[in-house]
């Protein structure tokens, strides 16, 4: 079991870049999650997917921030524009119904 | 208000000590609880999953509190290794997780 899998580990961005993180959940898993770490405002979670269909997007925290999940074994999430106030750990989670998380090693975001 | 509420701490005992601490919930359709161990700049990792009134696992024990809406956690014969902050989370769609509760075992 490869388990959940994050890239990159670590980006290092100017403002007003495109920023895409990238996740793999681990196979058979329905639900993919990602989340935002920061000391500020601890684990947000941002979106989730159910079988591959954002169920809820509602911690996005705005238009800059999309996400998408064209197959079972593949997600993506995206800043355009990127911001400073975005630097961050990124993470994504995954699980079975009702199962508790795994979560991947995480993105470092750290926007200049 | 946040779904899930925790003390922050810091936590600082010996080793050896027993420590304890709470995770208030607000959504009573939860049915299932986990707690996850984050040790600095790395990703959760489940402690333990509380599916009824309670857990025990070595050391550990998780028990779940439906009148009163909390979920403790107890350390037994504290270790170094048990430095760490612990998250709680329940099932709930959102899977909102607590702030964390942050413990330092002292040699």
């Known amino acids: 079991d490869a388990g959940v899998i994050q890239s990159p580990r670590h980006e290092v961005t100017e403002m007003g870049q495109e920023v895409t993180l990238r996740c793999k959940p681990i196979s058979g898993h329905d639900y993919l999650f990602w989340y935002r770490q920061t000391m500020m405002r601890g684990l947000e979670l941002l979106i989730y997917f159910n079988n591959n269909v954002p169920i809820d997007d509602s911690g996005m925290p705005e238009d800059r921030f999309s996400a998408k999940m064209p197959n079972a074994s593949f997600s993506t999430l995206k800043i355009q524009p990127s911001e400073p106030r975005d630097s961050a750990v990124y993470f994504c989670a995954s699980s079975l119904p009702g199962s508790p998380l795994h979560f991947g090693n995480g993105t470092r975001l750290t926007v200049t | 208000r946040k779904e899930v509420e925790q003390d922050p701490g810091p936590f600082n005992v010996p080793e050896g000590a027993t420590v304890a601490f709470n995770c208030t919930y607000s959504n009573s359709a939860s049915q299932s609880f986990f707690w996850y161990r984050q040790d600095c700049r790395k990703e959760p990792k489940l402690l333990m999953s509380v599916y009824s009134s309670g857990n025990e696992d070595g050391r550990f024990t998780a028990q779940l509190n439906r009148a009163s809406q909390y979920i403790s956690l107890l350390i037994r014969d504290s270790k170094l290794s048990d430095s760490a902050t612990y998250l709680c989370?329940?099932?709930?769609?959102?899977?909102?997780f607590g702030a964390g509760t942050t413990v330092t075992v002292r040699a």
């Open positions: 989370v329940g099932n709930d769609y959102k899977l909102s």
